[in-house]
Structure formats: structure tokens, C-alpha cells
């Protein structure tokens, strides 16, 4: 088995990049971006959304979603954050994947590169966000990986349950908009469950101080694991513990994992790496006990 790399039109842009191997292909733009349009089983659904209105839109200077997974830099600003990415990215052949470079923001001097690598066999995906910062003075910001997902799944996020005594064990940040009675979500003692709902009328959004590293979200009789490695002696945005932050409104989920604040002088660059997997053939847990089972069995051994 190997990795195949091909270049190849998809959604309506004429130069994208597949990435595969014998069992899953992924999907990267370089008419706009830096963006991963797609991830999946070979001939099977996209895991990833795609908004059907936006795809193969090129330029201008408002911000799209597009869909798929993209990097931004927090704390969330209107102005800093929504750079338009409409425009052609380089991207360069590297050993089983790519490089996807921008060139530096011209509103905030910062520059996005994706290094993205699929292994020979399997389905693990390695995703490596760098921000650098191209300013002649320092920049404090958090690399923000952005994953949004098909609708139509149920998200379950696990939470920490170390045993501190006296003293909290977790933090969750709620956003003005976040109803903590929304249907959509399920409180567990040890996840919480978040279902998509295409008919939901308002967003939803927490963060959350995810030590474990993961996240799931399952779809279409499929798992989709994001993983990451948390920090946990350094500050992170949204009030200090936001490792891990998801946002649902009604045509998608985001799962989104962060890197701690830094302070990154001028040429520095932060690197912020996550790992995707993909499993067929799991329907989603009804309660903790089945994701207990599910968690042991596939994504924490």
C-alpha cells in the first residue's frame, strides 16, 4: 500500500489536491484556502460539510465558511479573525501529503500553513497548523484548528473526572447566545453529547477544558476522532481553559481544538498538530455506558 497524491477538480474548483491511500482520500483546495474540503472513506460521504451555495467561489473580499476544516487564530475578533481566505494558496508535494501556504494576512501580518501527511495504510491523519508571525513587533495568539462536520451526527466530548478533592476539576466557557437548557445537549457525568439539529433556530457554543485530547462525532454509521495533545500547566483563550470549543447552528457542528496563548515575536511561528481517524460500522452510544465501551475499544485503548 501507499499514499496517492493527484491533483483534480472537486466542488467546482478545477485545482485541488487528492490525497489517498486504499481506504480513505482527502480532499485539499488551492484556489482558496488554506482549506481541507474533504475526508472519507474512498467513494463514500464526506465527513466534512460542505456549503452547497459557496462551493467553487473564488475571491472577494467576504469571508466564507466553504465548509471543511480551515485554521484561524484566537481570540476571536471580527475584524482579526474573518480574513477573507479566497484566494489561490500554494500548495507544495511533500513525503505522503502536502504543504498548504498562505500568504501573510494583510490586516494582521499573520501567515497559515498546513502541513497535512495520510499514513500508507489505515486511517489516521496528521495535521500540523503553523502560524508565524510576519510583524516587526509580538503577537499573543492561540493556533485554532476548525473541523466542520456533515449534519445530521451526535458530537461526545469527554469530560475531566481526576478526582481533586476540594478544588474544581474543570472549567466550560459559555458564549451570550449558549442556552445551558438546549435540547441539542446532554450533560452527562463523563461526556457531554451535542446532536445536530437541522431545524435548531439558535447556535450553540461551549468550551471546555478537554485533558483527554478527543473528541468524537458520529455520522452516517461512521466515527470521526479528533485528537490532540492539551497543555495543561499554560493558559489557554476564553477564559484561561479552553482546550477544546464546539459550535452547532442549523446546517453544521465545528469541533475545534486550540493550542495554549503564546506570546510569538517577530518570525516566531506556533505549530499546533491534531491526529483524524475514521471508523466504520459504530452506531452512536445511547448512553455513557456504550461510549464508555466505544472510548475503550477505539480511541483510548
Known amino acids: 500500500m501507499s499514499v496517492h497524491i493527484e491533483k483534480v477538480p472537486y466542488g467546482g474548483w478545477d485545482n485541488c489536491y487528492r490525497i489517498s491511500n486504499d481506504e480513505i482520500e482527502l ?26 451555495d459557496q ?5 472577494g473580499d467576504e469571508w466564507r465558511i466553504y465548509g471543511g476544516h480551515r485554521l484561524w487564530h484566537s481570540p476571536e475578533d471580527k475584524v482579526r479573525t474573518y480574513f477573507p481566505d479566497n484566494e489561490a494558496v500554494d500548495v507544495k508535494i511533500i513525503q505522503n501529503g502536502v504543504r498548504i501556504s498562505q500568504p501573510a494576512e494583510t490586516t494582521t501580518m499573520i501567515k497559515k500553513d498546513m502541513e497535512i501527511t495520510v499514513k500508507d495504510k489505515g486511517t489516521d491523519v496528521y495535521i500540523n497548523h503553523i502560524l508565524t508571525n510576519c510583524n516587526l513587533w509580538d503577537i499573543e495568539l492561540s493556533a485554532w484548528a476548525l473541523t466542520v462536520v456533515a449534519p445530521g451526527g451526535l458530537e461526545v466530548v469527554p469530560q475531566e473526572t481526576l478526582d481533586t478533592g476540594l478544588l474544581p476539576n474543570r472549567m466550560i466557557s459559555l458564549w451570550p447566545y449558549t442556552d445551558m437548557n438546549d435540547k441539542r445537549v446532554r450533560w452527562g457525568s463523563k461526556y457531554i453529547f451535542l446532536a445536530h439539529d437541522s431545524k435548531a433556530k439558535k447556535a450553540f457554543k461551549i468550551g471546555i477544558s478537554n485533558t483527554d485530547g ?14 490532540f495533545s492539551p497543555k495543561e500547566d499554560m493558559l489557554y483563550p476564553d477564559y484561561g481553559g479552553s482546550m477544546y470549543e464546539t459550535y452547532t447552528c442549523d446546517f453544521m457542528t465545528e469541533m475545534e481544538t486550540l493550542s495554549p496563548l503564546v506570546l510569538l515575536g517577530p518570525k516566531e511561528k506556533i505549530e499546533h498538530e491534531e491526529l483524524w481517524q475514521l471508523f466504520d460500522n459504530i452506531a452512536p452510544p445511547k448512553d455513557e455506558k456504550e461510549m464508555d465501551k466505544i472510548a475503550k475499544e477505539y480511541i483510548t485503548g
Open 27 to 52: 480532499t485539499v483546495t488551492s484556489d482558496v484556502g488554506p482549506r481541507i474540503i474533504r475526508y472519507g472513506f474512498i467513494g463514500k460521504e464526506n465527513v466534512l460539510c460542505e456549503k452547497a
Open 55 to 59: 462551493m467553487g467561489k473564488t475571491g
Open 214 to 227: 478527543w473528541a468524537a462525532y458520529f455520522n452516517r454509521n461512521n466515527m470521526f476522532v479528533k485528537k
